[in-house]
C-alpha cells in the first residue's frame, strides 16, 4: 500500500509548513536576541511592557467596540428579513440571497473605497468615519451571517415549528422569538463568533475608512512592525492567540451541535 | 384583501435589512460606477472612457493589472494543488493525525493580512531566523532568497491558500466511492490511473469551485501586499487605494474605473467556472 505510507508524510510536512511562521516569531517574542542558529536571553519583557502600555490596552477596547456594534446590528436586521422573507414574502427569498452574496464578490477593497468616495464629502451622520466604518463592517460580515442563520434555520424546519406555535395561540413574530430564535441560538452564536474572526483580522477597511484616528489591532501591528520588531511580534502573537481562541470556540460550537443533533436523531 | 393588506406591514420587518444594505453596498457601489465614466480633469463631463482607456493603455496601470493577475494565478494554482494532496490525504488517514491536521488548517484559515506579512519577515526578510539558518548551513538557494519581490509575494499568497484549499475539498472526496477504487484496481489500473481518469473528472465542479474562491482572495488581498511591499510593488488593489487616500493627489474617478476593472475581473473567474461547472456536469442529468 503505497498511499497509506504518502499520506501522513505528506500530512506532516504541510502541517510544519504552516507552523513554521507562527512558532518562529511566537518564538522571536520571548528571546532578547535571535541573530545566531538559536536565539539568545529568554525574556517577557516584550510582554510585560506591551501589556502595561496604555495606547495598545486602549487599542484592543476599540477592536472589542468596533466587533460588537456592527454583528448585533447584522445580525437583528438578517434575522428579521429572514423571518419575514420565509414566512411571507418566499418569492423575494432569492433576492435576499443574492444581495446577501455580493460582499463576496467585492470584498474590503472595493467595499471601503466606494463607501468612503460617496460619504466622505458629505458631513452630518453619515460623514461620521465610524458611522462608515460600521456600516462597511456590517455588509463585509453580511455572507457569513447570512448563511449562518439560514442554515440553522432549515435545520430546525422553521414553517412548521411556528405553525405548531400558532396552533398554541402565539402569534407569528411571538413564536419567531421566543422558539424560533432559542432554537437556533448557536448556529447564531457560530456565524458571529466567524464575524468577530473577520472584522478582528481586518486591517484594509479601517485603514481606508478611518485612517489613523481609529486604531484597531492590526493598524497597531502594521506601525508597530516599524518601530521595532520585537514589540511587534509580541503584539502577533497576542492577536493570533485571539484568534485561534476565537476558531477554537466555533470548532467546539459546531462539534457540540453536530453531536447533539445526532444524539436527538437517534432517540 | 385583509390578509393581503396585513402580509405588507411585514415588508417594515424586511426594512431594516433593506436600508442597511442599500446605504452600504448598493448606493456606495453604483456611484462609483457611475464615477467610473466621470472624467478625472474636468467636472463637467457625465460620461467619458477616458479613464477605462487610461486603465488599460497606460503602462503603469496596465503593469498593476497583469501583476494581480499573475500572482493569483500563480498562487491560485499552487494553492490548489497542495490543496488537492492534503485533502486527498486528510481524506485517506484517520485518528489523531487527521484531527490534528484539521485543527492546524482552521486555525492557519484566519492567518492572513499584516500578521502574515510580518511573520514572514521575521523568519525570511532581511535577516530573518531560516535566511541565517541557511547562511550557516551553505543552503545558498534559501541564504539568497528575497522576501521583498513578487516571488516573496507569491509564497506568501500560496501560504494563505493552503488551509482554504484544504479545507473546501475535503468534503467533496466523500463523494469518491471506494467501489470506483475497487473497480479501477479489478480492471487492472493504478492508481494514478484512477486520479486521471476517474478521480479528478468526478471532483472537477468542486475543484472549480474551490479555484474560483482562491481566485477572488488572492485578487482582492490587500494588506499582506502592502504591509510587505508598501507602494513599492504595482497591484490592482494597492493601486486603487492609493488613488482615494494617497498622501498626493487622490483620483477618485480613475480609482473607481480600476476597481470596476477589478469586479470584472471576479466576476469573469465567477462566470467561466460556472460555465465549466454546467459543460462538465451535463453527464449527470442523463
Not at chain 2, 462609483?32 to 503603469?60: C, G, H, P, Q
Not at chain 2, 487527521?98 to 492557519?108: R, S, V, Y
Amino acid at each position: 500500500m503505497k498511499k497509506s505510507r504518502f499520506a501522513p508524510i505528506y500530512i506532516i510536512a504541510v502541517i510544519i509548513y504552516l507552523l513554521i511562521p507562527l512558532v518562529a516569531t511566537a518564538i522571536y517574542s520571548m528571546f532578547r536576541k535571535w541573530t545566531g542558529i538559536l536565539p539568545e536571553g529568554f525574556t517577557l519583557d516584550h510582554y510585560i511592557s506591551l501589556l502595561s502600555n496604555k495606547a495598545f490596552l486602549l487599542t484592543l477596547g476599540r477592536t472589542v467596540i468596533v466587533c460588537i456594534v456592527p454583528i448585533a446590528l447584522t445580525v437583528v436586521i438578517t434575522l428579521l428579513a429572514l423571518f419575514a422573507v420565509t414566512i411571507y414574502f418566499p418569492k423575494l427569498e432569492k433576492y435576499v440571497q443574492f444581495l446577501c452574496m455580493i460582499p463576496y464578490t467585492i470584498q474590503g477593497v472595493i467595499l471601503s473605497v466606494s463607501i468612503l468616495g460617496l460619504y466622505a464629502g458629505i458631513g452630518g451622520f453619515f460623514g461620521l468615519r465610524l458611522v462608515m466604518l460600521i456600516g462597511a463592517y456590517c455588509i463585509i460580515i453580511l455572507p457569513y451571517i447570512y448563511q449562518g442563520i439560514r442554515n440553522s434555520m432549515h435545520a430546525v424546519n422553521m414553517p412548521m415549528l411556528i405553525e405548531a406555535a400558532e396552533m398554541l395561540g402565539a402569534s407569528k413574530i411571538g413564536a419567531f422569538f421566543k422558539v424560533i430564535v432559542p432554537n437556533i441560538i448557536s448556529g447564531i452564536t457560530v456565524s458571529s463568533l466567524l464575524a468577530v474572526g473577520i472584522i478582528f483580522g481586518d486591517y484594509v477597511l479601517i485603514r481606508n475608512i478611518t485612517g489613523s484616528s481609529f486604531q484597531n489591532v492590526q493598524i497597531y501591528l502594521f506601525l508597530a512592525m516599524k518601530r521595532s520588531s520585537t514589540e511587534a511580534s509580541a503584539v502577533f502573537v497576542i492577536i493570533m492567540l485571539v484568534t485561534f481562541l476565537i476558531t477554537a470556540l466555533v470548532l467546539y460550537l459546531q462539534s457540540r451541535d453536530k453531536r447533539l443533533r445526532m444524539e436527538s436523531k437517534g432517540r | 384583501m385583509k390578509k393581503n393588506g396585513n402580509t405588507k406591514i411585514y415588508l417594515l420587518v424586511l426594512l431594516p435589512f433593506l436600508v442597511v444594505v442599500f446605504l452600504y453596498e448598493i448606493l456606495p457601489l453604483m456611484m462609483m460606477i457611475i464615477s467610473s465614466f466621470r472624467s478625472e480633469t474636468d467636472s463637467s463631463v457625465l460620461f467619458t472612457l477616458e479613464n477605462y482607456i487610461a486603465a488599460f493603455t497606460k503602462l503603469s496601470y496596465q503593469r498593476a493589472i497583469l501583476n494581480s493577475l499573475k500572482i493569483t494565478l500563480i498562487s491560485t494554482l499552487i494553492g490548489i494543488a497542495i490543496g488537492f494532496l492534503g485533502a486527498q490525504s486528510a481524506h485517506s488517514s484517520q485518528g489523531r493525525l487527521k484531527n490534528l491536521f484539521l485543527t492546524i488548517l482552521n486555525m492557519t484559515s484566519n492567518f492572513a493580512g499584516v500578521p502574515l506579512a510580518f511573520a514572514y519577515m521575521i523568519i525570511l526578510g532581511n535577516s530573518g531566523v531560516l535566511l541565517l539558518l541557511a547562511e550557516t548551513l551553505g543552503l545558498d538557494f534559501l541564504a539568497n532568497f528575497d522576501l521583498y519581490t513578487g516571488s516573496g509575494l507569491i509564497l506568501m499568497y500560496v501560504y494563505f491558500q493552503i488551509p482554504l484549499s484544504t479545507l473546501l475539498l475535503i468534503p467533496a472526496f466523500s463523494g469518491v466511492r471506494e467501489e470506483w477504487k475497487e473497480a479501477n484496481t479489478l480492471l487492472g489500473g493504478r492508481g494514478y490511473h484512477f486520479w486521471f481518469k476517474v478521480g479528478i473528472p468526478v471532483l472537477l465542479p468542486s475543484i472549480l469551485g474551490t479555484m474560483s474562491v482562491l481566485f477572488a482572495n488572492a485578487l482582492a488581498a490587500y494588506a499582506t501586499a502592502y504591509a510587505l511591499l508598501m507602494n513599492n510593488y504595482s497591484l490592482l488593489p494597492v493601486n486603487i487605494t492609493g488613488m482615494f487616500t494617497g498622501d498626493m493627489t487622490t483620483r477618485p474617478h480613475l480609482g473607481a474605473a480600476l476597481s470596476v476593472v477589478m469586479m470584472l475581473l471576479m466576476l469573469a473567474a465567477i462566470v467561466i467556472n460556472n460555465y465549466i461547472i454546467r459543460q462538465t456536469t451535463k453527464w449527470k442529468g442523463r
